[in-house]
């Protein structure tokens, strides 16, 4: 958890850097995640277009994606954007609502974004290894979200 002191503290002090735009912002929080966690592979912010019920990835780190646009109820990610709750896929092999991106990815942890109480983006976490996320890790991504919250701009979703 100390750990988690010093990541916020980073993410906190990347969310307020005015010299940067928030693409840059919200690309850099991803890798700040991605270096800090061994086993998160690929990091990724997707914001929600409520209008057209897509999600649209907005930044990332690691390996490119096909997966930019992902409707929402499709994929892990897309269930999110109806459910509006954490989804931990220890094991994607066992998940039949599934994107895969990347043939090395094992498991997939997607905590929602919440502006005034409206899902409006997640956070995406893929990883390599098996069945690796705890409840420590969602509350990092929680905590991370609720930072981005306060701050991003509203260009980057669309409400219904
Ligand atoms: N696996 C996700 C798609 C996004 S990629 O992980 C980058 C899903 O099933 O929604």
Redesign the pocket.
Known sequence: MSDHHYILAKIDRIIKSDENNWEVRLKDICQVLRDSIPYFN?V?FYFANHQTKMLHLKAFAGIP?D?TE?PFG?????QVALSNKNFVVPN?HDQDN????DIN?KS?L?VPLFVDGINVGQI?I?SNALDPFDNNDALLLEKVNQKVAHYIPNIFYTLA
């Open positions: 690929w990724g994606t997966h992902i499709k994929g892990i990610c897309g994607v599934y994107i895969a991106c990815v997939e997607v995406d893929d």
